[in-house]
């Protein structure tokens, strides 16, 4: 027997924070990495050197999105609102962590804190295992069987049953978005370069895998929770299928528009070597 979804209200969205000492410490978490990263930008600053004021605007979004998906009203919904639920997951593993990637998080720990740190910070960059996980078939792989394995099975409903993996499961979501987006879009400098060509490529294959998520969402007969109604899983779905290609949209947007800069720099080199050897060679004609 399943349960009618509660209707959702705009009063418990605004203001329904989450109190539990999870979510607390989730959101001291939060104002910490923000803190920090104004910090970096600061330091920076002392140093003589700008900070593309778009990465900074960048990570305080991506993080303010986190905490409204988890320690906002929403997150009052999220064991009892399929619908909401799905936001919810979509706002932590797309929404969130393309903001993160990028506002280049990495690239200001390098720039802006003691050699220490910055000894530290590339050792870890350059650890093998962060060449596993943020190489692009891994990444792939990760963030698309984290939907399927997530939506599809027996987890969805044991993170209903158990808060604790609830809680995992933001987490889990949160991470596999991080590690697929830094490697399509993100700033940072990480051991896998892919080219323009294969970003795009990379971020296409996965489009009939959100199209069919979405519509085996919206064909079920049966609910995949007794916790929600069959017709909230189809606009579960729907929500699903639809976010999932304004992001596609999105994200060929960003590439292209990455990849415009990127010949741009490259052309202004080219011009900068040509002229320094056109000067080198009239001044050795002159001698």
């Known amino acids: 027997m399943t349960i009618p979804s509660p209707p959702v209200k705009l009063s418990v969205i605004l203001t329904g924070f989450q109190l539990g000492y999870l979510s607390i410490a989730a959101a001291i978490v939060e104002a910490s990495l923000i803190a920090t990263y104004l910090l970096g930008v600061k330091n920076l600053r002392s140093k003589g050197r700008r900070w593309p004021l778009l990465r900074s605007a960048s990570f305080v979004s991506g993080v303010v999105v986190v905490f409204i998906a988890t320690g906002s009203g929403v997150a009052a919904y999220d064991d ?35 050699k220490s740190v910055q000894t530290t910070a590339i050792k870890i960059l350059h650890s093998g295992f962060i060449s596993v996980v943020t190489f692009p ?65 990379y971020l296409l294959a996965g489009i009939p895998f959100g199209s069919f998520l979405g519509i085996a969402l919206m064909s079920v007969r049966v609910s995949i929770s007794p916790a929600h109604t069959v017709a909230d899983i189809h606009a579960g779905g729907a929500i699903l299928w639809v976010f999932d290609e304004v992001l596609t949209v999105a994200a060929i947007a960003i590439i292209f528009f990455q990849w415009a800069n990127h010949e741009e720099r490259k052309a202004l080199r080219a011009d900068r070597e040509f002229d320094r050897k056109l000067a080198s060679s009239e001044a050795g004609e002159a001698n």
């Open 80 to 114: 009892s609102v399929f619908t909401i639920h799905v936001i919810q997951h979509i706002l932590l593993m797309n929404v969130a962590p393309i903001l993160i990637a990028l506002s280049a998080p990495m690239t200001l720990l390098l720039q802006a804190s003691r």
């Open 137 to 201: 078939v891994f990444a792939w792989v990760l963030a698309w069987g984290t939907m399927y394995a997530y939506f599809l099975t027996p987890l969805y409903q044991l993170s209903i049953e158990h808060p604790l993996f609830h809680d995992y499961t933001h987490l889990h979501f949160l991470v596999s978005g991080l590690i697929f987006w830094t490697a399509l879009i993100g700033v940072d400098p990480i051991r896998w370069k892919m080219s323009y060509g294969a970003k795009l490529g």
